[in-house]
Structures are given as C-alpha cells and as structure tokens.
C-alpha cells in the first residue's frame, strides 16, 4: 500500500529569491539579490560570482566565523568570550581587517567543531 510523504513546502513571497547551494537553502531580500545581479547570457551562474564581492568584503574566513557565530546565536560579546579575544577584534576578523590566525582558529575549531584550516587565509 502507497503511504502519502509529506513534502517540506517553502513558501515563496514576492519580495525574497530563495536559492541552493551545497545542499542548503538561501532566501535573500530581493533588494539584495539586485547588488549582485550579474548579466549573463547562460542560464546558470556559479555561487562564486554571486558571493565574490562579499568574500571579496569580508573575506571567507571573516563570512564564515560570523556564519557561526550567528548559527550558535552568540553575540559579538559572547564569541568575544568563548575564544578569548575582545569583542573588537571578532569585529575585525568578520569584516576582514584581521586575520583570525592559527591560534584562534584552533579554538574555534574545538568550540564549534569546524576544521581550523577554514579561518586561515
């Protein structure tokens, strides 16, 4: 006998751009995705081209520590802490202005489980 699945259904406004990538799901304002429109005659665009001028702003490393920080829902503060720097400095390293540095990434690694070699540039 058949079993009816339930499908996990995203509701699509008007106003976002819902996109995949590497196995999950991106919704952006609109607004935003317009930035980063880039005219071209195929069909598809890589996700390098539409990322580049963010790594290009905050660099990999900076996107990715920020990424954490706000999967874990820590404030700029509470990262600050658990890794042992200043709340400038987690500033710094998300916008790309620091490096975040061997001995930092370490601690990041052993705090959110994500491989040191990802923060080093």
Known sequence: ?????????????????TIRHGGSLYVFPKKIAEKYRIE???????????FEKI????????ALLKGIRI???LT??????????TQSD????ENGARNIGRVVAKRIEKLFNVDYRSFLE
């Open 1 to 17: 006998m058949l079993e009816l699945t339930r499908k996990h259904h995203i509701k699509q406004h008007h106003d976002v751009i």
């Open 90 to 93: 987690i500033s710094q390293m």
């Open 55 to 62: 790594n290009r702003k905050y660099t990999k490393p900076g």
């Open 71 to 73: 999967r874990e829902n």
């Open 40 to 50: 071209d005659d195929s069909s598809t665009i890589s996700a390098n081209k539409v």
């Open 76 to 85: 700029q503060i509470d990262m600050a802490k658990k890794i042992k720097v």
